[in-house]
Every structure is written in structure tokens, then in C-alpha cells.
């Protein structure tokens, strides 16, 4: 009897361990299939987020398609009748952005209003602060609102949709918006707002994203901008010195006609074969030349005239001569000026072993109407020894150019009677932590530059200058530190205000480069 009874005790246990283990079963499984559906709702929502990523970088126009696709995407993902994306205003307010599906107004409704859709919530403000969203979603990052409506907002909300949910969205630790979920049924639990939380951290790196490609775009059009400009400006520059040249030649041009042009008549040589060559002739065959020569008052003075008038015929001869020159030298320079440009042009986004003095030269030469235009003196000390760098040339003349456009600019809006402005160019070599470096300087005498400036004036969209309109502000000096570091060198800047500003361009020399000067 004893024994049926053990065994009765142990049958009943074994029992209830074998349901208890079924019962565990059964829970781990709802839970494994609940995690399941879970990963898939998020494998899903990351797929979804990637796919907007990969479209907004290719397409940044179609930036403003990701939050009606994204809350459409949600709705549907939680099988709820609606949902909206509120986002803070600068007064910490949240507003309407864009909802989905069935989603009630933010604000009481006028008597006559139809019923709420998408669009309508746009623009319109909650009376829901962003401290007291935190606040609110504090516990759990997330709060579910049950027969009544989120804080602030209408108080017939709850009426049209009794069951919500709302999580914030942080972008870079601040509160950017949030997300609201809404149902007519008791369909939303605690699962939902743990998955809106993932699909909030999403939207959060979703926003880097666009936020990283709007930067980019920005970018890489601003500088395709101080790209074209810098070309308008060594174009311009180009121009000016053609004119300038042409202009100089005409004039020498017309000096030469001036010269040559007097009436025939009272030309020297004329003047010897008319008058005084057939009296000589005439003398010569009477036999009486010489005492014409020596005795004849108007015969003694033939030889000191013919003197006279070949002083003269020299005296116009080297005057012809040096204009000759003088125009042969300017249409020198325009055929020179000419072919700067047909380089430039041609070299555009190819490197090639040049000289830098070369370079320095060729952007002095193309900005040398605005220096004279200015009145700015420029002193060189440049050695034309230095190793050839590989670089490409047309782009150096720019941040030549670009950097002698800001002297010039400086100077102009400082322009003190009296003054006499300068800007002294030198190129040397330089040994920097044990490296060889061609540094180019360049040195001004304007207003200088004040010490809260020097560290931002390289940064991308940083300007000093007013806004005129021009895309290309605060780009330039970006453009050239970001070209000269691309060889290896780098771009430093002292200045003291009143004493004008210095500018060293620091590039590598190949290692063979010696006897350098040590800094």
C-alpha cells in the first residue's frame, strides 16, 4: 500500500512537472514567436530606414518624401488606424508635421470642421512643451495614454481616438519631435511603444544621414561655385591684361603715325635730295664746289645743315625704333597672356611637374590689373631654384588668386589717404620638423585680421565680407587649405591688426631637395 502511494506521488509529480514544463514551453514559444515578429517588425523598419538613406544620398530633393513614407510605414507596420510626427519649434513647442491614416486634429475643430486628414495637422501648435514630453516618457522612453489624450493636446482627441501612444525623437541629445500612435481598440501595448523607441533611435541616425548628405551637397556645390569663380577671376584677370596691353599699344600705335606721318615737305631727307644735293651736283660739274663750300655764305653752311638733318633723321629713326619695340613687347605680352589661359584652361584637373615661381608669377601677372587699379606695390624675393612639385598648376594659380583677392579686398575697405599699400611675395625653402618645404609668403600692410577671426577664416562658409549675394563667400580660403593639404602641405596665417596679415603655403619637396635654409 505504501509503495502504490509513492508511486502515486511520484506519477502526480511527474504529472504536474511535465504540464508545468509544457506550460513553460508554450510561454517560451508565445515569447520566441513575440521576439520573432518583433525582429522581423525591426528587420523591416531597418530595411525600410536604409532604403531612405540610400535614396535621399542618391536623390537629396526627395528628402522631404521620408517622413510621410516613414509614418506611413509605421501605421501600417502596428496595424493602427493612424499616426503622426510632431516636430519642436524653436519655441519648444511641438507642432504638426505630417500624420497617416485616421488621425485626429492637435486643436479643437470648428463645429462645421470635416473630418481631420494628413495634411491638416501641418503647421498647427500643441500646447505639449518638449521638457514635459520628457517628462511624460521619463519611466519607460514611451507613454500609452488610454481613454485620454497625450498632454496638450485637444480634449476631444481621446474621443475620436481612445488608445495612443507617443515617444520622443532625440537628434544629438535634444528633443527633435516625437512619433504618436493612435487606435479606436485596445490593440496597443507596451511592445508597440519599445518598437516606436527603436523606430525613434532609427529616425534619429536617419536624420544624420540627411542631415550629413545636405551637408555634402552643400558643400560640394559651394565649392563648385568658388571653383567657377576663382576661373571668372583668373579669366577677368586674363582679359584686363589684354586690354591693358592693347590699349598701351594703340597708343604707341598712334605716336608712330604721329611720327611718321608729318608732310613730306618737311622731312629731312626731302629736304637734302631738293635743295641741297642738286646745288652740290650743280657745283660739282662747274668745277666750283669747293669754293661754293668755302666761300658761298649759303654753301658754307651745307655741311653743318646736312649734319643737322641726319641728327634728326637719326634721332626719328631710334624713336620709330623703340616704339617698334614697344608694340613688338605688348603683342609679346598678349600672345604671353593668351597662352596663360589656353594653359590654364588645358591643365584644369591635371598635375604636372611644375616650377612654383613659375606659378607665382602666372597668378601676379593675371591679378595684375586689380593691383594697379588699387595702387598696391608688389616686392618680390622669390628663388627660382626650387625642385619641381608635382600639383596641379591651374589650382595653385587659384589659391594664389585667392589669397591676393582678399589682400586686395582688405586694403580696399580700409583705403587710408596717404597710405602706401604693399604686398611683399617670397618664396624660399624651409626646413618644418625635419622636413623640406617650399613656402610661399604672402604679406600685406592692410588692416590685418583681429584674433577671434584668424582660427574660423578657414572654415567652410566662414566670411568676413557682406553678404552680396555671392554663394562663393566663405569658401575661398576652405578651398585652399583644403587643396594645399591635399599635397601633403598646409596654410598658416599671422596677423596683427593694423600691421595687415601674413599667409605661408607650406608644400612638401621631394627628398632630394638640399641645402635648404633651416627655420
Known amino acids: 500500500m505504501v509503495i502504490i502511494l509513492i508511486l502515486a506521488v511520484i506519477i ?21 514567436r513575440a521576439l520573432r515578429k518583433g525582429v522581423k517588425k525591426e528587420r523591416a523598419a531597418a530595411t525600410e530606414m536604409l532604403r531612405s538613406s540610400r535614396e535621399i544620398i542618391a536623390h537629396p530633393e526627395r528628402e522631404s518624401n521620408f ?8 501605421v501600417k507596420t502596428l496595424k493602427v488606424d ?48 518638449s521638457e514635459e514630453l520628457e517628462k511624460v516618457c521619463a519611466a519607460k522612453g514611451f507613454a500609452v495614454f488610454s481613454k485620454a489624450p497625450p498632454p496638450g493636446f485637444a480634449a476631444d482627441f481621446a474621443t475620436l481616438a481612445p488608445y495612443s501612444v507617443i515617444t520622443p525623437i532625440k537628434f544629438r541629445n535634444s528633443i527633435y519631435g516625437c512619433i504618436v500612435m493612435t487606435s479606436k481598440s485596445d490593440n496597443i501595448v507596451n511592445s508597440d511603444g519599445y518598437f ?33 569663380e576663382g576661373m571668372s577671376q583668373v579669366t577677368t584677370g586674363i582679359i584686363h591684361n589684354i586690354g591693358n596691353a ?52 649759303a654753301g658754307r653752311q651745307y655741311v653743318g645743315m646736312i649734319k643737322e638733318l641726319m641728327k634728326c633723321m637719326d634721332s626719328n629713326s631710334q624713336e620709330v625704333m623703340t616704339m617698334t619695340n614697344s608694340i613688338s613687347a605688348k603683342l609679346y605680352h598678349i600672345s604671353e597672356i593668351i597662352e596663360l589661359q ?24 593675371i591679378f595684375e590689373e586689380s593691383f594697379n587699379k588699387r595702387s598696391v606695390e608688389i616686392k618680390k624675393d622669390i628663388n627660382r631654384e626650387l625642385p619641381e612639385l608635382l600639383i596641379d598648376s591651374s589650382v595653385l594659380i587659384q589659391v ?42 604672402i604679406r600685406d600692410n592692410g588692416p590685418g585680421i583681429p584674433p577671434d577671426l584668424r582660427e574660423k577664416i578657414f572654415w567652410f562658409g566662414f566670411s568676413t565680407k557682406k553678404n552680396d549675394g555671392s554663394a562663393a563667400h566663405g569658401v575661398g580660403l576652405h578651398f585652399c587649405s583644403n587643396v594645399i593639404y591635399k599635397y601633403g602641405g598646409r596654410i598658416e596665417l599671422s596677423s596683427e591688426p593694423g600691421k595687415g596679415a601674413e599667409f605661408k603655403i607650406l608644400l612638401p619637396l621631394p627628398d632630394r631637395a638640399a641645402n635648404v635654409e633651416k627655420k
Open 67 to 74: 517622413l510621410p513614407s516613414f509614418i506611413e510605414f509605421t
Open 82 to 129: 493612424g499616426g503622426a510626427v510632431l516636430l519642436c519649434g524653436d519655441d519648444s513647442y511641438l507642432y504638426g508635421c505630417v500624420a497617416a491614416g485616421s488621425f485626429p486634429s492637435l486643436i479643437p475643430p470648428p463645429p462645421d470642421a470635416k473630418k481631420s486628414t494628413g495634411d491638416t495637422i501641418r503647421g498647427l501648435k500643441t500646447a505639449l512643451h
Open 400 to 441: 594664389y588668386i585667392n589669397i591676393f583677392k582678399n589682400a586686395v579686398e582688405a586694403i580696399s575697405e580700409e583705403s587710408q589717404p596717404g597710405k602706401k599699400y604693399e604686398i611683399f611675395l617670397s618664396l624660399k625653402k624651409e626646413v618644418c620638423e625635419g622636413r623640406n618645404f617650399a613656402v610661399t609668403t
Open 12 to 32: 502526480v509529480a511527474l504529472l504536474i512537472g511535465n504540464i508545468l514544463l509544457y506550460s513553460k514551453i508554450i510561454i517560451l514559444n508565445k515569447i520566441d
Open 246 to 297: 592693347i590699349t598701351i599699344a594703340k597708343l604707341t600705335i598712334s605716336s608712330l603715325k604721329e611720327k611718321m606721318n608729318f608732310s613730306s615737305e618737311d622731312r629731312p631727307e626731302k629736304f637734302i635730295l631738293r635743295e641741297i644735293l642738286p646745288n652740290i651736283e650743280n657745283q660739282l660739274a662747274a668745277g666750283t664746289l669747293q669754293k661754293f663750300l668755302t666761300e658761298d655764305k
Open 196 to 228: 516606436l523607441i527603436r523606430l525613434a533611435e532609427m529616425m534619429s541616425l536617419e536624420l544624420e544621414v540627411i542631415k550629413a548628405a545636405q551637408f555634402r551637397h552643400d558643400y560640394e556645390l559651394r565649392l563648385q561655385e568658388a571653383r567657377e
Open 342 to 365: 589656353q594653359r590654364f584652361m588645358g591643365e584644369l584637373g591635371t598635375e604636372n611637374m611644375v616650377q612654383l615661381a613659375n606659378m607665382l608669377d602666372a597668378a601676379v601677372l
